[in-house]
C-alpha cells in the first residue's frame, strides 16, 4: 500500500503542477478579458477612474464608461485578485465540475468539452485497434526469423514508417483513398456509429501505423529474449509446432514492454489526434481548441487543455500502478 | 548482423545465438556506416541550400505569375508551381530555410536550459536535484504539443517564440540525459583529483563534466531536431505555424486542400517529401551515434 500512497501524492502533485501552469501561463502571458471587453482591457483603467486621464477608447460618449464595464468584467472574472487566489478560486470550480463558461457563446466549457471530447477518444481508441492489430502479427513474423529478409526489411519499414509526421501520413492517404479512388468520405460522417467508425478508418490509420511501428520495435525485442528462454526449448523438444509456442508460450510473457510504451506513445497520439482532426475535418476536440485559439476563447482553451493534461497524466498513472502489479519487483525503486 | 553460422535450418525458430546478437542493442561494430554518411550528406546539402537561398539562381518564391497555376512539375518548374503559380522548387528552399531555423534554435534551447538544468541537477544532487527532477518530471507531464500551443497561443506565432517554444519541449528529456551522464561521471576520480587541486564547483562542472555530457547528447540533439521539425508542421495544422514566412510544414498546409490536392497533389507532396527525408535523415544519423556512443536509452520517449 505504500507504493500506492506514494503514486498517489506524486499524482496530485503532478496534477497540481500541470494546472497550475496552464492556469498561470495563460493568465501571465494572455489576456484573459481579451473577448468580454476587447482591446479596450490596455487601456490604464486605474487612472481613468482616478480622473487623470480620459478614456480612450472610444467606445461609448460617456468617457468612463469601457473602464466600468472593464472593472465589472475584472471582478466577474475575479481579475482584481492576485494570481494565486485566482487560481485557487478556478481550481474550487474545477473540482465542482465547473470548467466556466465560453466567452463567445456562453455556452459551459464542460459542456463543449462533453460534445467534442467522444470523438477524439474514438478516434484514439480506433488508432489503439489498428496499432496493435497491426504491430502483433508483424512483430511475430519478424521475431521468428530473426535477422532474416522479412525481418530485416520490416526494420527498414518501422523507420521509414517514424519519420513520416501523422500530418504526411494523414494527407497522403486522404489523398488516395479519398481524392484519387473516393473509397471514404471527405467529411466526418455523424450519423451512426457504424458511419462514425467508417469515417474514423483513415484517421486512425494515420495514428496507427506509426503506432504499429513503435510496438513492432517493442514487441520484437521482447519476442527475440523470450525465446531464448529454456521452457522454449522445453516446448519444442515436446514436439509442440512453432505457432502453438510462439502464441501460446512467448506472446504472453513478452507484452511487459507494450504496457510501458502504450503510456509513453499516448503522449504522442494525443497531440497527432488533434493535428488529425484537422485533415480530417473530424469535430473533436481538436478542432474545438482550434477554433477557440483563433477566436481568443480563453475558458474553452484552458479547458480543453486541462482535460487533456488530466487525462494523460491519469493515463500514466494507471500504465505505472497496472504495471506494479505485472512486475512487483519496480515497486521498490522510487 | 551475424551471418547464421550454420547457414541450415531457416525454417524454425530464432536460435539463441542470433536472438542474442539482436536482443543486445549496441552491437560491438564501431562503425558509423554508409546510411550514416549519406544521412549527413543529405542535411548538408539542404543546409547549404537554405543558407545561400537569397544567392541562388532561384525564382522568388513569393512570386505569383511565374508559372500558371497549378502547372505540373517539368522542365521549367521542376518540382511544379503552386495555385498563385509559384515555384515550388524555390520555396521549397525558402521553406527549408524556416523549419531549419526552427528545429536549430528550438533544440540549441533545449540543450542549453536542459544540459544545464541537467548539469547542475546530478553534480549537486539532494534537494537541488529534487526540484529540478519534478521539474522536468512536471513537464512531461503535459502531450508536447498540448503544451506548445498553449504557449503559442497566449505569446503569438512569431518565429522565435515558436522555436523557443518547441525548445521547452526538449528541455526535460535533454536535462533527464544530462542529469543521468553528470551522476556517472561526478564521481570518477579526474573530478576527485580536480576537487582535491581546489577547482571551484562552477570550474569543474565548466571543465571536466560538460565535455563528458555534451558526447552523448549530440545524439539527442539530432533526434530533437528531426521532433522540433516535425511539431512546427503540426503547429501549422493548429493554425499556429510561424506566422512571418513560410516553413515546410505551412507549405503542407496550403498543399493540403481537398481541391489542391485534387488538382496539384505536388503542392503538398513535394515539402512533404522533403520534410520525411530531413527527419528520416536526422533520426537515422542520431540513432546511429547513439549506437556509435553507447548512449543508454533514456530520453526522448514517444513524443
Known amino acids: ?334 | 548482423m551475424t551471418p547464421d553460422p550454420s547457414g541450415t535450418d531457416s525454417g524454425s525458430l530464432t536460435k539463441p545465438e542470433e536472438a542474442f546478437a539482436s536482443a543486445s542493442a549496441p552491437r560491438a561494430r564501431r562503425r558509423l556506416g554508409f546510411g550514416f554518411w549519406l544521412s549527413v550528406a543529405w542535411m548538408a546539402v539542404v543546409v547549404v541550400l537554405a543558407v545561400l537561398a537569397p544567392w541562388l539562381p532561384i525564382a522568388d518564391p513569393d512570386e505569383t505569375g511565374f508559372g500558371g497555376r497549378l502547372d505540373a512539375p517539368g522542365w521549367a518548374a521542376w518540382f511544379g508551381t503552386d495555385t498563385n503559380g509559384r515555384d515550388m522548387f524555390a520555396r521549397t528552399i525558402w521553406g527549408a530555410r524556416v523549419s531549419l531555423t526552427v528545429g536549430f534554435i528550438a533544440i540549441l534551447n533545449g540543450l542549453v536550459i536542459g544540459g544545464f538544468l541537467g548539469l547542475v541537477a546530478g553534480y549537486f544532487r539532494g534537494p537541488v536535484d529534487r526540484i529540478i527532477s519534478f521539474g522536468f518530471f512536471a513537464l512531461l507531464s503535459f502531450p508536447g504539443l498540448v503544451l506548445a500551443l498553449l504557449i503559442i497561443a497566449s505569446l503569438g506565432s512569431s518565429l522565435l517564440v515558436v522555436s523557443m517554444t518547441l525548445g521547452i519541449l526538449s528541455i526535460a528529456p535533454v536535462g533527464r540525459l544530462a542529469r543521468a551522464t553528470t551522476l556517472s561521471f561526478a564521481e570518477r576520480e579526474f573530478v576527485h583529483a580536480s576537487r582535491v587541486l581546489g577547482a571551484t564547483h562552477t570550474r569543474i562542472m565548466v571543465r571536466e563534466l560538460l565535455p563528458n555530457v555534451l558526447i552523448p547528447m549530440s545524439a539527442l540533439a539530432l533526434l530533437g531536431m528531426a521532433l522540433a521539425i516535425v511539431a512546427e508542421g503540426g503547429l501549422a495544422f493548429l493554425g499556429l505555424s510561424v506566422s512571418d514566412g513560410f516553413s515546410w510544414g505551412k507549405m503542407i498546409l496550403l498543399g493540403s486542400a481537398p481541391r489542391t490536392l485534387r488538382d496539384g497533389p505536388w503542392v503538398a507532396l513535394v515539402p512533404i517529401g522533403a520534410m520525411f527525408l530531413t527527419v528520416l535523415a536526422l533520426n537515422y544519423a542520431g540513432d546511429r551515434l547513439r549506437q556509435y556512443l553507447d548512449v543508454r536509452e533514456l530520453a526522448f520517449g514517444g513524443g
Open chain 1, 1 to 334: 500500500m505504500g507504493f500506492l500512497a506514494r503514486r498517489l501524492a506524486a499524482l496530485l502533485a503532478v496534477l497540481l503542477t500541470v494546472t497550475a501552469l496552464a492556469f498561470g501561463s495563460l493568465n501571465v502571458l494572455g489576456d484573459p478579458l481579451f473577448n468580454v471587453v476587447g482591446f479596450v482591457a490596455s487601456v490604464d483603467c486605474d487612472a481613468v477612474l482616478a480622473g487623470e486621464i480620459q478614456d480612450v477608447s472610444g467606445q461609448t460618449a460617456g468617457g468612463r464608461g469601457d473602464c466600468e464595464v472593464i472593472e465589472a468584467a475584472r471582478r466577474e472574472h475575479r481579475l482584481d485578485r492576485s494570481l494565486p487566489v485566482r487560481y485557487g478560486y478556478w481550481l474550487g470550480d474545477i473540482v465542482r465540475g465547473d470548467l466556466g463558461t465560453s466567452f463567445k457563446n456562453e455556452m459551459p466549457v464542460r459542456q463543449v468539452i462533453g460534445e467534442k471530447l467522444p470523438k477524439t477518444l474514438l478516434l484514439m481508441l480506433v488508432a489503439e485497434v489498428f496499432g496493435l492489430a497491426i504491430a502483433v502479427p508483424w512483430a511475430v513474423a519478424a521475431a521468428y526469423r530473426a535477422n532474416r529478409a522479412f525481418d530485416r526489411v520490416s526494420t527498414v519499414g518501422s523507420f521509414g514508417l517514424l519519420a513520416i509526421p501523422n500530418f504526411a501520413m494523414g494527407i497522403i492517404l486522404f489523398y488516395f483513398f479519398v481524392v484519387r479512388w473516393q473509397v471514404f468520405p471527405s467529411r466526418f460522417e455523424d450519423t451512426d456509429l457504424l458511419a462514425r467508425l467508417k469515417s474514423l478508418v483513415l484517421p486512425g490509420l494515420t495514428l496507427g501505423l506509426p503506432l504499429a511501428a513503435t510496438y513492432q520495435r517493442v514487441l520484437r525485442t521482447d519476442l527475440i529474449t523470450t525465446l531464448q528462454e529454456d521452457f522454449v526449448q522445453m516446448a519444442r523438444a515436446k514436439g509442440m509446432t512453432d505457432r502453438w509456442i510462439m502464441f501460446r508460450h512467448v506472446l504472453r510473457p513478452s507484452l511487459f514492454s507494450l504496457v510501458t510504451v502504450f503510456g509513453l506513445t499516448t503522449a504522442g497520439l494525443i497531440g497527432g489526434a488533434l493535428v488529425v482532426e484537422q485533415i480530417f475535418s473530424i469535430p473533436g476536440l481538436g478542432r474545438a481548441v482550434v477554433e477557440a485559439v483563433i477566436r481568443d476563447d480563453f475558458p474553452i482553451v484552458l479547458g480543453s487543455v486541462v482535460v487533456i493534461a488530466t487525462g494523460f497524466v491519469v493515463i500514466n498513472f494507471a500504465v505505472d500502478v497496472l504495471y506494479s502489479f505485472i512486475d512487483p519487483r519496480v515497486r521498490r525503486d522510487a
